[in-house]
Nanobody, 127 residues
Framework: QVQLVESGGGLVQAGASLRLSCAFS????????MGWFRQAPGKEREFVACISWSGGSTYYTDSVKGRFIISRDNTKRTVHLQMNSLKPEDTAVYYC????????????????????WGQGTQVTVSS
Protein backbone atom coordinates (compact mmCIF):
# COMPACT_ATOMS: atom_id res chain seq x y z
CA GLN A 1 0.00 0.00 0.00
CA VAL A 2 1.39 3.35 -1.04
CA GLN A 3 2.05 5.86 1.71
CA LEU A 4 2.97 9.50 1.21
CA VAL A 5 4.32 11.81 3.90
CA GLU A 6 4.74 15.53 3.24
CA SER A 7 7.03 17.89 5.10
CA GLY A 8 8.45 21.38 4.78
CA GLY A 9 5.44 23.59 5.27
CA GLY A 10 5.46 26.62 7.52
CA LEU A 11 4.73 30.29 8.03
CA VAL A 12 6.68 32.72 5.86
CA GLN A 13 6.43 36.29 4.64
CA ALA A 14 5.49 37.22 1.11
CA GLY A 15 8.45 36.88 -1.23
CA ALA A 16 10.07 34.09 0.74
CA SER A 17 10.73 30.53 -0.39
CA LEU A 18 9.80 27.11 0.93
CA ARG A 19 10.66 23.61 -0.21
CA LEU A 20 8.09 20.90 0.30
CA SER A 21 9.10 17.25 0.29
CA CYS A 22 7.08 14.08 -0.07
CA ALA A 23 8.42 10.69 0.95
CA PHE A 24 6.96 7.70 -0.92
CA SER A 25 6.77 4.13 0.38
CA UNK A 26 4.88 0.93 -0.33
CA UNK A 27 5.15 0.75 -4.10
CA UNK A 28 7.40 1.09 -7.12
CA UNK A 29 7.96 4.85 -7.10
CA UNK A 30 9.35 5.16 -10.60
CA UNK A 31 6.12 3.87 -12.13
CA UNK A 32 3.98 6.70 -10.74
CA UNK A 33 3.45 10.21 -11.98
CA MET A 34 3.41 12.49 -8.94
CA GLY A 35 1.52 15.66 -8.26
CA TRP A 36 1.04 18.48 -5.79
CA PHE A 37 -2.37 19.91 -5.01
CA ARG A 38 -3.47 22.56 -2.54
CA GLN A 39 -6.63 23.45 -0.72
CA ALA A 40 -7.36 26.81 0.86
CA PRO A 41 -10.11 27.26 3.47
CA GLY A 42 -13.54 27.24 1.86
CA LYS A 43 -12.16 26.31 -1.55
CA GLU A 44 -11.91 23.15 -3.57
CA ARG A 45 -8.67 21.24 -3.89
CA GLU A 46 -6.74 22.58 -6.87
CA PHE A 47 -3.93 21.25 -9.01
CA VAL A 48 -0.52 22.89 -8.55
CA ALA A 49 2.08 20.83 -10.41
CA CYS A 50 2.87 17.33 -11.64
CA ILE A 51 5.86 15.39 -12.88
CA SER A 52 6.05 12.32 -15.08
CA TRP A 53 7.32 8.98 -13.80
CA SER A 54 10.74 9.60 -15.32
CA GLY A 55 10.96 13.22 -14.23
CA GLY A 56 11.42 14.29 -17.82
CA SER A 57 8.15 16.18 -18.09
CA THR A 58 6.46 18.64 -15.78
CA TYR A 59 3.32 20.75 -15.85
CA TYR A 60 2.15 23.66 -13.69
CA THR A 61 -0.99 25.61 -13.09
CA ASP A 62 -0.70 29.11 -14.52
CA SER A 63 -0.62 30.87 -11.16
CA VAL A 64 2.63 29.19 -10.11
CA LYS A 65 4.51 29.04 -13.41
CA GLY A 66 7.91 30.65 -13.09
CA ARG A 67 7.77 30.53 -9.28
CA PHE A 68 7.39 26.84 -8.37
CA ILE A 69 9.53 23.91 -9.47
CA ILE A 70 8.56 20.26 -9.07
CA SER A 71 11.27 17.61 -9.06
CA ARG A 72 11.73 13.99 -8.10
CA ASP A 73 14.51 11.64 -7.07
CA ASN A 74 13.64 8.10 -8.09
CA THR A 75 16.52 6.61 -6.12
CA LYS A 76 15.42 8.29 -2.88
CA ARG A 77 11.70 7.95 -3.71
CA THR A 78 10.97 11.56 -3.00
CA VAL A 79 9.26 14.40 -4.80
CA HIS A 80 9.82 18.05 -4.03
CA LEU A 81 8.08 21.33 -4.66
CA GLN A 82 10.37 24.35 -4.55
CA MET A 83 8.20 27.41 -3.99
CA ASN A 84 9.75 30.81 -4.63
CA SER A 85 8.36 34.34 -4.49
CA LEU A 86 5.50 33.16 -2.33
CA LYS A 87 2.32 35.20 -2.23
CA PRO A 88 -0.46 35.35 0.36
CA GLU A 89 -2.75 33.65 -2.15
CA ASP A 90 -0.47 30.60 -2.02
CA THR A 91 -1.66 29.98 1.53
CA ALA A 92 -3.21 26.51 1.68
CA VAL A 93 -2.73 22.94 2.79
CA TYR A 94 -0.48 21.29 0.22
CA TYR A 95 -0.98 17.63 -0.65
CA CYS A 96 1.32 15.20 -2.41
CA UNK A 97 -0.37 12.58 -4.59
CA UNK A 98 0.60 9.46 -6.53
CA UNK A 99 -1.17 8.75 -9.78
CA UNK A 100 -3.37 5.87 -10.80
CA UNK A 101 -1.47 3.09 -12.59
CA UNK A 102 -2.21 4.49 -16.05
CA UNK A 103 1.15 5.01 -17.75
CA UNK A 104 -0.51 6.44 -20.85
CA UNK A 105 -1.43 9.51 -18.79
CA UNK A 106 1.94 11.21 -18.59
CA UNK A 107 0.94 14.33 -16.65
CA UNK A 108 -2.29 13.93 -14.70
CA UNK A 109 -3.82 17.20 -13.55
CA UNK A 110 -7.13 16.28 -11.92
CA UNK A 111 -7.70 14.76 -8.46
CA UNK A 112 -9.52 11.80 -10.00
CA UNK A 113 -6.35 10.76 -11.81
CA UNK A 114 -4.57 10.20 -8.51
CA UNK A 115 -5.08 7.25 -6.20
CA UNK A 116 -2.97 7.90 -3.13
CA TRP A 117 -2.68 11.09 -1.07
CA GLY A 118 -0.57 12.37 1.78
CA GLN A 119 -1.96 13.99 4.90
CA GLY A 120 -1.03 17.49 3.79
CA THR A 121 1.29 20.20 5.06
CA GLN A 122 0.22 23.76 5.88
CA VAL A 123 1.78 26.68 4.04
CA THR A 124 0.92 30.14 5.30
CA VAL A 125 2.21 33.26 3.58
CA SER A 126 1.76 36.55 5.39
CA SER A 127 1.65 39.90 3.64
Amino acid sequence: QVQLVESGGGLVQAGASLRLSCAFSGGTFRTYAMGWFRQAPGKEREFVACISWSGGSTYYTDSVKGRFIISRDNTKRTVHLQMNSLKPEDTAVYYCAASLPTPEVLLPTTPGEYRDWGQGTQVTVSS
